[in-house]
């Protein structure tokens, strides 16, 4: 095992798809010579060449419809929308084109492609680079929606993202890019729509994604200082769900918490919540606590961002909080 | 035919010239393929006074010949993006009419079964890779799948179908200059029919030509046609795919031409001026070509015989078509996913 950042494991997993399969192409804005502004692609330019790994203009239109056009027609394109705030500027690709086209033809066309964005806050750019957009994209049926904690599921779910015969909406957090961990040797490919226990312990289950997720162990952990010991779930994908996984853990504790970085309206959480009332109600020993960040534009001053994402103490505080009341 | 006063005095030579080259059994496809657009519109306006056509449509009566000629001059494996508009195009490009009507009428045998109605008509196996309804959105897409086959080396063009009105969204200048940059096998054709929507293109369009005076912008030569011409439309047309094919890269060729009809079914255009309306049904494009054959020595015969088995077969498709059955409610479920399925979860 390789100790890799989660930027490096990015680069890696586009590398690895890209010497195993001639189809796959790399494109975006600063994405080839520059190696990305995340330096998400560093070295693939060099590796593959500008006929596989190409720059483009600003233009989010064309890099999703020329996505779109090269996939129907037999390519494997991983298309980079910088910051996941811009895929506004070209949501029409995501929501109307890419991810209807395959039904609106019938099954004639399919749509191979990998949409990967930046995504998420702790960098302080403020309300317009710095949103958690994925659920946005889960609203849209004709898409996957993925969305990495670890450097190892970078690369993993990035390479399935990369093999999948339909669009995947791949959010890279910003907040992540530096951390390090374990990326297993040789080739790595993590199947889509499967959720990981991260941890199980029997007072209460935190289901959380992408930055999300780390905040959450070591909320566990401090839970556990305290004696509260906590199952966590790490989503990893929003579509396909995995609805078992998290289904059966919320049903092991009985008391369940999302921790969301996107706003509180609609947030991936809602929906996960609706699913385990739905389908786990009498096993519930209390309501489902959604810890997210609240109905508000993303502030720009460390002190502001940070007061209103969700920290390790705010679900600390919130687990300990619901399993007192109900005690 | 009185040539369109926006049509620049060269490309009247250009056309004069270039209509004496094309053989006769091109010319003679160049009239069926016409034909047949116009009945099988005319039959869609029909079915859907008789309410077997549900939805909208958005018909393109009267520009048969930027379909006919775009159509005779592609290679059965080039790719074509059309838009809402786009009966005409699916249908020159070798679409059955049983499946074009069938898809209109939301019967099993259209063209996606229902799935995606008359906005959005699809035809791999023709070439036909869309029907967008999104204005300007498949200009981007048309760049990628030429791109797609610049990678591969296949020698097929990619080629959008457009409205003046796309001329001014994004995509249209985004799409040019990525092609242009990327130097892509595509050629861009709007069809300016003098109106986007209910509003003439000429009030809310900072040039007089919306397609054509952008061009220079993208380093592009500036060509305006006479879009009712189907020799002049295939003559450019052969043109842009030879460039396109031989590495040359894009081009944008702006057709003048005029719809017949409203722009939807909802549209009765009466914002249109009945002079103007009347001078441009005198240069219908179907008339215009008939008369030119019969002047070039084609018998009447040849002629009438086409149109003829041009309407057995469409009347051959509509009675087919009514007869298809609905799909099964349970088919709105499928192929959300290439697994053909839509489950989101497990």
Known sequence: ?327 | MEASPNMSVTQKAHSAQRNQEIPEATRLRLFKLQVEIRYCEKRAYDLFLQNLVKGTSHLALGQEAVAAGFAAAMNPDDYTFCTYRGHHHTLARGAPMLSVLGELMGRQCGLMKGKGGSMHLTSVAHGVMGSYAIVGAHLPIAAGAAWSAQYRGTKQVACAFFGDGATNIGAFHEALNLAAVWKLPVVFCCENNMYMEYTPISAVTAVKHPAADRAASYGLERQVIDGNDADVVYSAARDAFAKARSGGGPSLIECLTYRHSGHSRADPAKYRPKEELEEWLKRDPVTLYRNRLLASGVAEGTLAKIESEAMAKLDQATEAAKASPTPAPESAMTDVWADGGNAWRN
């Open chain 1, 1 to 327: 095992m390789a100790q890799l950042s989660y930027r490096d494991a990015v680069a890696a997993g586009i590398a690895q798809e890209m010497k195993r399969d001639e189809r796959v192409v790399l494109f975006g804005e600063d994405t080839a010579a520059a190696g990305g502004v995340f330096k998400t692609t560093v070295g693939l330019f060099e590796e593959f060449g500008p006929r596989r790994v190409k720059d483009t203009p600003i233009s989010e239109l064309a890099i999703l419809g020329a996505a779109m056009g090269a996939a129907m027609t037999g390519l494997r394109p991983v298309a980079e929308i910088m910051f996941s705030d811009f895929l506004a500027c070209c949501w029409d690709y995501v929501a109307n084109e890419i991810a209807k086209t395959r039904y609106m033809s019938d099954g004639q066309i399919t749509l191979p492609l990998v949409i990967r964005t930046a995504n998420g806050a702790g960098s302080r750019f403020g309300a317009q680079h710095s949103q958690s957009v994925e659920n946005w994209a889960m609203a849209i049926p004709g898409i996957k929606v993925v969305a990495p904690s670890s450097p190892a599921d970078a690369k993993g779910l990035l390479a399935a993202a990369i093999r999948d015969p339909d669009p995947v909406l791949f959010f890279e957090h910003k907040s992540l890019l530096a951390n390090k961990g374990e990326v297993p040797d040789g080739e790595h490919v993590e199947p889509l729509g499967k959720a990981r226990v991260l941890r199980t312990g029997a007072d209460a289950t935190i289901i959380a994604l992408a930055a999300m997720v780390p905040r959450a162990e070591k909320a566990a952990e401090a839970l556990a200082a305290d004696g509260i010991k906590v199952t966590v779930i790490d989503v990893r994908c929003l579509v396909p769900l995995d609805a078992k996984t998290i289904l059966a853990e919320s049903a092991r504790t009985g008391r369940v918490f999302t921790v969301e970085e996107n706003p509180r309206l609609c947030g991936w959480g809602a929906e996960i919540a609706s699913i385990i009332q739905e389908e786990a109600f009498s096993s519930l020993k209390g309501p489902i606590i959604r810890i997210t960040t609240p109905h508000v534009p993303l502030p720009s001053a460390d002190q502001l961002e940070d007061a209103v994402v969700p920290t390790v103490a705010r679900i600390v505080g919130e687990v300990k909080r619901a399993l007192s009341r109900a005690a």
